[in-house]
């Protein structure tokens, strides 16, 4: 019987994780690796990742060589030319564009974190250069320091007027931005009263956006003495978001936020597990990338707790099939393809960002993502590094039907399938009417595979 997250000791669960007889490393465990830090990894990269070993793998994901400059530059240049477009879904193909090619995949997946956490949506935001200047601060400090992102994000003209915080001032102060830095941000509801939301809401009065751009309006600003959260001063925005950052609920907030992400969706991580990681937070200055690299290495994260145990969401499912298979596609069917399931990037829900989870399946979405599977391996634009599906599997070795099923399953799927679902893929398999785009269509629609 499994062990209840509740007994399981804090101290074991994030020291590092060191290969034994009863939990050696293998493809299977390097694959929920890559999945969960990045957006997979084809088999040679899996081959590689087992040869190196667990500590290796997860200090290359954490601290990768630098980005080269030609990414770099390409990538800005087709930056440019989407904000140019003027057509947001053309900004959304160009981020898929980064997670498929970058040679940094925590960064884009920590990014992509961070939009769900700071969300902003387009469809207020009518701007793609605010929102592309947004995508690249969250970048910026993905792995560095949180409060200095939320004091970028504090002073973000996207952020600013998807919470119609353009002007706040000293007369009327605006307590959107005070209340979600707060509730969403920081700290979580409970943990503050409607009275500190409008003393913080005080300390960013005089915060405007301008021609498109941050500004400080020094004369609307409230200079009076301020209250909140068991300090009292003259604090202005900067000198609040350090006030609400030392409050003891929010290293906890951002560490349970970093474990929903990053290892388990399921059950709510009991608080005790939790402390090791806020107290890493709070003894750092909130070093988000130390406790992203604990949290990847550790025993917790390798175990039966974590592995299989999160709901794809649609980009990672959709960039995760590209990216293990060595494919790419046409980028902004695949930014429609994944809206259509729930997912379209810079268009969050609301301010809350997307529920994750359970949320991602329903009857419809379970349909839609083996549809957007079968779509993109259909493709006329799809195309594969080795040449084509059928080279892909003979590269591999796969020269019988349970060969291929069983290399598909160990790349794409999480989790054990049953026997005899596995015996009813090899008999697919086996048929000569059948392709092997047809058998990963097959493997789509298996509940196993929308886990990761």
Known sequence: MAQQ????????????????????????????????????????????????GPLECVERLCAP??????????????????????????LAAWWLHRMLSTPDPLLEKLTLFWHGHFATSAEKVDKPRMMLDQNALLRAHAKAKFEELVRGIAR?????????????????????????????FTLGVGNYSEREVKEVARAFTGWEVMGD????????????????????????????????LDHPAAARFIARKLVRFFVF?????????????????REHRFDIGRVVRTILGS?????????GRKVRSPVELGVGLLRALGASTNLLKLAQGLADIGQSLFHPP???????????????????????????????????????????????????????????LELLVATEVPPEVRETLV??????????????????????????
């Not at 669960?13 to 060191?18: I, Q």
């Not at 293998?26 to 990894?41: T, V």
């Not at 025993?299 to 592995?307: G, I, R, T, Y």
């Open 427 to 452: 008999r697919f398999a086996d048929d000569r009417g059948h392709s092997i785009a047809d058998v990963i269509h097959v493997i789509a629609t298996l509940p196993e595979f929308q886990l990761c």
């Open 265 to 281: 969706d399921e059950p709510a991580a009991p608080d005790p597990l939790i402390e090791p990681l806020a107290r890493d937070l």
């Open 299 to 307: 025993n917790l994260f390798f175990s039966e707790h974590a592995v």
């Open 5 to 52: 997250l509740t007994d399981v000791d804090c101290e074991w669960a994030w020291s590092a994780y060191e290969p034994a007889a009863q939990r050696p490393w293998s493809r299977r465990l390097a694959a929920h690796l890559y999945r969960r830090a990045g957006f997979a990894a084809t088999s040679e990269e899996l081959d590689a990742a087992v040869k190196r």
């Open 350 to 408: 609301n301010v809350k960002g997307w529920d994750g989870g359970r949320a991602w399946i329903n009857s419809s979405t379970l349909l839609g993502r083996a549809n957007l599977v079968r779509q993109i391996l259909a493709a006329p634009e799809t195309h594969y590094s080795a040449g084509s599906l059928d080279a892909l599997v003979e590269a591999a070795g796969a020269d019988t039907a349970a060969k291929r099923v069983g290399w598909f």
């Open 156 to 184: 973000d003209p996207a952020m600013l007027i998807y919470l119609d915080s353009t002007t706040n001032r000293r007369i009327h102060p605006n307590e959107n931005f005070a209340r979600e830095l707060m509730e969403l």
């Open 65 to 90: 060589p630098p980005v080269p400059a030609g990414f770099e530059d390409t990538s800005a240049t087709l930056a440019e030319r989407t904000v140019l477009s003027g057509d947001t879904q053309h």
């Open 213 to 244: 751009r941050f500004q400080f309006n020094a004369i609307q600003h409230d200079r009076g003495g301020k209250s909140f959260l068991g300090r009292s001063g003259n604090f202005d925005g900067d000198e609040a978001i350090g006030v609400v």
